[in-house]
């Protein structure tokens, strides 16, 4: 069955993935919590913390089932209450203010009626928030999750690029939070496009993350930094925390469906700061962050 496929994969790509930064950060301590759902399932969550690179991050993975509560049965517009959902989500917040903080998640989700399958879809996504404008880091990213779209459909990249452009966008600030990559959701299973080709689609988005993002890491962890420097990147966390905590649909549906509020809230960075009315240096580095922040066709 596909939710089994999904669940042996997910924990494939959980070990690969923790093992790809170990391998950057040696001196990285890594906190496994195996943690149970009170309304069904459970999950474990592979905390990374106090390395020399890697300030603080996550490789969760969660495999859960239950009642849908009303609020988001109506979000999601269910025919069913009764759900179940898996997933993989990541969120590393490095420590140089040079290396960029990284998300990537993958999940399927179930909707039953009388024990019997009434929906299913698969979604996930990768996007990348620099602190500092590397063009060359966008570019190989997004050239990475290009031809891995392109191996599956030639409108996916396009489609799915534009989706997390529209989706990691902080409406409050009129600023997007990082530089994208591709988001997707509701990938149903159709005529054109079996449950079997979505579901090596969502995987496949799963095996490009150490390609896409290690290489970048090992590029920036190692250039030296000032106080001014880690200020801009703790600066920049704050607004990462506030779509997180107002628009992150991931967030809310952990929260609201009694998931484990201690990996919902791992993807919020260890040091952040906001001050008032905050503006960068006309012409500085940090200003011209702004600019790569604008969507435009990388790739």
Not at 47 to 59: A, F, M, S
Not at 110 to 119: I, T
Not at 197 to 209: E, M, V, Y
Request: net charge negative; charged share 25%.
């Amino acid at each position: 069955m596909i939710k089994e496929k999904f669940e042996e994969n997910i924990k494939r790509i959980q070990n690969q993935i923790v093992s790809a930064f170990q391998l950057v950060d040696p001196e990285v301590k890594i906190i496994e919590d195996n943690w149970d759902r009170p309304g069904g399932g459970g999950g474990c969550s592979k905390i990374l913390t106090k390395g020399k690179y890697i300030e603080k991050g996550g490789v969760n993975i969660s495999i859960v089932n239950g009642v849908l509560p009303i609020e988001m049965q109506e979000r999601l517009n269910a025919i069913s209450a009764s759900f179940y959902a898996s997933g993989i989500s990541l969120v590393i917040h490095p420590l140089n203010p040079f290396a960029p903080t990284v998300h990537f998640n993958i999940r399927y989700f179930e909707l039953y009626k009388d024990s019997k399958l009434v929906d299913s879809w698969f979604g996930g996504g990768m996007d990348l928030t620099p602190f500092y404008p590397f063009v060359e880091d966008v570019i190989h990213f997004h050239t990475v999750l290009k031809n891995d779209c392109d191996r599956f459909d030639k409108t996916y990249y396009s489609d799915f690029k534009n989706q997390c452009d529209s989706y990691f966008y902080n409406a409050h600030r009129n600023e997007h939070r990082g530089i994208g990559g591709v988001f997707f959701d509701y990938l149903k299973p159709s005529k054109e496009k079996s449950i079997e080709h979505l579901f090596d689609f969502t995987i496949s988005i799963g095996d490009s993350f150490i390609q896409a993002y290690i290489p970048i890491i090992e590029k920036r962890k190692d250039i030296i930094f000032n106080d001014s420097q880690r200020e801009w990147q703790e600066i920049r966390r704050g607004r990462y925390v506030e779509f997180n905590l107002i628009h992150d649909r991931g967030t809310l549906f952990g929260l609201k469906t009694s998931g484990r509020t201690e990996s919902i809230l791992m993807s919020l960075p260890p040091r952040v700061r906001w001050e008032y009315n905050h503006h960068p240096e006309f012409g500085s580095e940090e200003e011209k962050l702004f600019e790569i922040l604008k969507p435009k066709q990388w790739v």
